[in-house]
């Protein structure tokens, strides 16, 4: 992006997130402030001298008051700090502090430096320190960073050289000069995020591998949710210490009872609260004060009830945040984990998982432990459960990175009714993905309000396409029901990835194969023609009445000793990448038979690679899967939930299969575009002339347009604009206001120049029939035939900005071909958001038109979405049509609106 001397300095100033150190410890970092004199001098002061030495590349024994001035003269802009700070109000203590101070002769290169109190340090402090200063000084046009470093000081020079910047150094006098380039690169990306997967499995650690837990409220009531929990910890023969806290009893299920958690022998990791809300917060207290690492509060009456139940949690959050505790819920069921070496049941629930390799996260925890149940009706195994209640604090973003390194885990399911952050959760999702299945069912698909379209953009938008929009980006397989959940999760836990979308179809019956092959060619698959080798194998293994295409139809009399033979022969053939079994039980031969000459056959063949399923149309011997020695096979009711399993794991291995994108990196004026943003500080949309400054600040650019405000100016304005006298332009009302233009007699096309005047004034008459005052229209040269095509950005309250893209015209809501995509995108999600929408045939060229030019589409796409990404207030942009010309000759922006949001 371009240098700007002109960035608002209010996001600094208000600059306070969370931060996980690498053991898992929760910090909060900040910008620092002219109230943290105290604050520093204290840091100082517990600083060993060599720490201080390593800081100032001196000894000094004291900071004067003319260096603290120095230290917290901080503008936000050339000179910013971030401090890390432990404990919260009067307890707040400044633990770490980095900062960069630019350059006055040089102001795109600053200088770095940290302090990081000994106690704090090696646990990955001062790396996130360097994150976050090099995204503020991007912000601020700084390119580069500098810093001094003690020869000595082999720790600081291992946080620089391992960040991923690309460092150069040389050494003079004792002192490392270093210096590096901030702009985002893969290798620093890859570090952040190794480094964040290290800290939240640290994190997480304590949530679902404790060695002790504490059980506040456990009751001698085995009926009660305290002790129903208490019991089955129990029961399950918890591997850890179990602590029932409850000052009104001496025992609970034979077990000494303790009145507080300070009374414990020890400081359990996780502390289980099943007392009342309004005793919640005195409780966590005490947890944090004791040194407690994660609390699960089962409690509800939270934000869940309202806003005093929303201020409540917000209350117990802090207290968490402060002294680094995870908080599991409130207002949820509990954890549980299989694990041989955990055998934590801690739910009050009774529900008991077989042990398995399927991770589950529900945020309804009534429906996570039904689900549960489900699982295990079905033959699923669980590896953990996790019930995550109002979200205060751990989320699906947490859970997915920790169950991405858990080696017990292969599939991970997620119930999902809302997103905390999505753009994290799509970053992180994107990667777990590539290595284990993730499963989601979204509730909520239909609109929970309707508000009115200003936009043709917004008009298309929707939380739910949103939605989908994420998963599309992730590869997250999304399902609509339950029964599609447990479909696609049973696949995927026991048979390998499809390689290919190829599937043949096994039966003894044709009834069930044609809804299986209509099944197929509905969700995507191919049921290819065998080839001639594999059909003279089978009809060397079948009856002359048997059908040998696909579906292979071994008609009723099929026995278990056909199913042998003709599942062996399509193992065989390297053409096919799936097989569906379907069997109705004869007379004569029971489901068992053949579910056991199944299993023999692919017992055989451990290093098979191809995806089995079966439907087994019996309901007098259920059976819900077959044993096939490393793998299973996954018995059906009917064919559409296996095909629609199939489908997804299709879908989902071609995708996997499929390089990841890469970023595009698209220049941005900065200066401009806060000049612009700063010019219309209140909501509403913009001027013409701001529409084409901000649009310009990223590149793109609209057809040569002129305002006119009168039949006379009209008149000027055209012949200003026109090439020639053969040059025909176009006339709009120039009101944002008004969307469907064309639905008010607001456009006029084909004009001549010289009849711009006589234009302007039919065009004021046809507005009249409208009540509509003309005051305003802009004029444009007619621009060249092409593929008419919608290009926006909306901001949605939860999922951020967003990309648009789809079919457009006058007639755009009702085609209703629009993709989302949430920001930011690389080149993979461009292509794949235009290749997902019907007017992608025309744009490859339809009925004999010729290809148009896709590539200028995508780099207006990108360029859309740095633009959204550098001006947050932007609300909508709505960019109808774009005529997108012939292959080679780019397009042309016809109509361009933006609207801001309220600074």
């Known amino acids: 992006m371009m240098t700007s001397t002109n960035v608002p300095v209010k996001a600094v100033l208000l600059y306070r997130r969370d931060i996980m150190l690498r053991d898992g410890a929760v910090l909060r970092m900040r910008a620092l402030t002219a109230d943290d004199r105290d604050g520093l001098l204290a840091l100082f002061n517990r600083c060993s001298p060599e720490t201080i030495r390593y800081r100032f590349l001196r000894i000094i024994t004291s900071l004067p008051d003319s260096l603290l001035d120095q230290l917290v003269g901080v503008d936000s802009s050339r000179h910013v700090a971030l401090v890390v700070v432990h404990g919260e109000g009067a307890d707040e203590k400044i633990v770490g502090v980095g900062r960069y101070i630019a350059s006055h002769d040089q102001p795109e290169v600053a200088e770095v430096s940290f302090l990081i109190e000994d106690a704090w340090q090696k646990r990955g402090i001062g790396t996130i320190l360097l994150d976050a200063l090099a995204e503020t000084a991007r912000e601020h046009g700084v390119k580069r960073f500098a810093a001094d470093v003690l020869a000595d000081n082999r720790l600081m020079l291992s946080v620089f050289r391992k960040a991923g910047y690309g460092v150069n150094s040389n050494i003079s006098y004792g002192v490392t000069h270093l210096e590096f380039g901030i702009a985002r690169s893969e290798r620093a990306e890859l570090r952040r995020e190794a480094q964040e997967m290290e800290a939240e499995r640290a994190s997480l650690s304590a949530v679902f591998a404790p060695r002790s837990v504490a059980i506040v409220g456990a009751s001698r009531d085995a009926a009660s949710v305290g002790g129903a929990l208490f019991r089955n910890l129990l029961r399950w023969e918890f591997s850890g210490v179990v602590y029932p806290v409850n000052p009104n009893a001496t025992a609970v299920a034979g077990v000494r009872?303790?009145?507080?958690?300070?009374?414990?022998?020890?400081?359990?990791?996780?502390?289980?609260?099943?007392?009342?809300?309004?005793k919640v917060l005195e409780s966590a207290r005490r947890c944090a004060a004791a040194g407690v690492r994660a609390l699960c509060v089962i409690s509800a009456g939270f934000a869940e009830t309202g806003p005093d139940g929303a201020r409540l949690q917000t209350e117990l959050l802090d207290v968490c945040r402060a002294s680094g505790m995870r908080l599991v819920g409130p207002n949820c069921m509990g954890i549980v984990n299989t694990s041989s070496g955990v055998r934590m049941l801690g739910t009050f629930a009774p529900v008991e998982p077989p042990a398995g390799n399927i991770a589950m996260s529900s945020q309804s925890g009534a429906l996570g432990l039904a689900l549960m149940a489900q699982a295990g009706q079905l033959g699923l195994g669980v590896s953990s459960f996790i019930s995550v209640g109002n979200k205060a604090d751990v989320s699906g973003n947490d859970l997915l990175q920790y169950w991405e390194s858990d080696d017990s885990t292969d599939v991970i399911l997620l119930y999902l009714e809302s997103f905390g952050n999505p753009r994290r959760f799509t970053r992180i999702a994107r990667r777990v993905a590539r290595a284990k299945p993730i499963v989601a069912v979204k509730a909520g698909r239909t609109v929970a309000g309707a508000r009115a379209a200003s936009s043709h953009t917004a008009a298309l938008a929707?939380?739910?396409?949103?939605?989908?929009?994420?998963?599309?980006?992730?590869?997250?397989?999304?399902?609509?029901t339950l029964a599609d959940f447990f479909a696609v999760a049973r696949l995927l836990a026991s048979q390998p990835i499809p390689k290919g979308g190829n599937l043949a179809i096994l039966t003894n019956a044709g009834g069930p194969a044609i809804l299986a092959v209509d099944a197929a060619e509905a969700t995507g698959l191919t049921i290819p023609e065998l080839s001639a080798g594999t059909k003279d194998k089978l009809r060397s293994a079948l009856p002359a009445s048997a059908s040998v295409?696909?579906?292979?139809?071994?008609?009723?009399?099929?026995?278990?000793?056909?199913?042998?033979?003709?599942?062996?022969?399509?193992?065989?053939?390297?053409?096919?990448?799936?097989?569906?079994?379907?069997?109705?039980?004869?007379?004569?031969?029971p489901s068992s038979e053949v579910a056991e000459t199944i299993g023999e056959?692919?017992?055989?063949?451990?290093?098979?690679?191809?995806?089995?399923?079966?439907?087994?149309?019996?309901?007098?011997s259920p059976i819900s899967s077959i044993p096939a020695g490393r793998k299973a096979v996954p018995v059906y009711a009917?064919?559409?939930?296996?095909?629609?399993?199939?489908?997804?794991?299709?879908?989902?291995?071609?995708?996997?299969?499929?390089?990841?994108?890469?970023?595009?990196?698209?220049?941005?004026?900065?200066?401009t575009v806060n000049e612009v943003i700063a010019a219309h500080p209140e909501e509403g949309w913009l001027p013409q002339d701001s529409v084409e400054k901000l649009l310009g600040s990223t590149g793109i650019k609209l057809l040569r347009t002129a305002v006119a405000r009168s039949s006379e100016e009209?008149?000027?304005?055209?012949?200003?604009?026109?090439?020639?006298s053969e040059t025909k332009v176009a006339m709009k009302i120039a009101a944002p206001a008004v969307l469907h233009k064309s639905d008010v007699g607001g456009v006029l096309l084909n004009i001549a120049p010289s009849e711009a005047d006589a234009a302007f004034k039919r065009l004021a008459a046809q507005l009249t029939a409208h009540d509509i005052h003309l005051e305003a229209v802009t004029i444009s040269e007619m621009a060249q035939p092409g593929v008419e095509a919608l290009a926006g950005i909306t901001h949605d309250p939860v999922f951020g900005p967003l990309l648009a893209f789809g079919a457009g015209g006058y007639l755009v809501e009702l085609v209703d071909d629009v993709i989302f995509r949430v920001l930011p995108v690389n080149d993979r999600d461009v292509s794949e958001m235009i290749a997902s929408t019907r007017v992608a045939r025309q744009l490859e060229g339809y009925r004999g038109s010729p290809p148009a030019d896709t590539p200028a589409l995508e780099d207006l796409l990108h360029r859309l979405g740095a633009l959204a990404e550098t001006a947050p207030r932007i609300a909508?942009?709505?960019?109808?049509?774009?005529?997108?010309?012939r292959a080679g000759e780019g397009l042309s922006l016809i109509d361009a609106r933006i609207r801001l949001r309220a600074s």
């Open 462 to 480: 929707n939380s739910d396409r949103f939605a989908d929009a994420l998963f599309a980006q992730t590869g997250i397989i999304r399902v609509d």
């Open 257 to 278: 009872a303790y009145p507080g958690i300070s009374d414990l022998p020890e400081v359990p990791e996780l502390a289980i609260l099943t007392i009342p809300a309004n």
């Open 549 to 589: 295409a696909n579906p292979v139809d071994m008609i009723a009399g099929a026995c278990p000793q056909h199913y042998r033979a003709c599942l062996e022969i399509l193992c065989d053939d390297p053409d096919i990448d799936a097989i569906l079994i379907i069997f109705i039980p004869p007379l004569l031969t």
């Open 876 to 885: 909508e942009v709505d960019l109808n049509p774009v005529i997108v010309h």
């Open 714 to 724: 009209a008149l000027t304005a055209a012949q200003s604009i026109a090439r020639n």
């Open 638 to 671: 009917f064919p559409e939930g296996a095909v629609a399993a199939l489908g997804a794991a299709v879908h989902y291995g071609t995708w996997r299969a499929t390089p990841p994108g890469n970023p595009v990196e698209i220049d941005v004026n900065l200066e």
């Open 601 to 620: 056959v692919l017992r055989a063949r451990p290093d098979l690679t191809k995806t089995i399923a079966a439907v087994f149309l019996d309901p007098h």
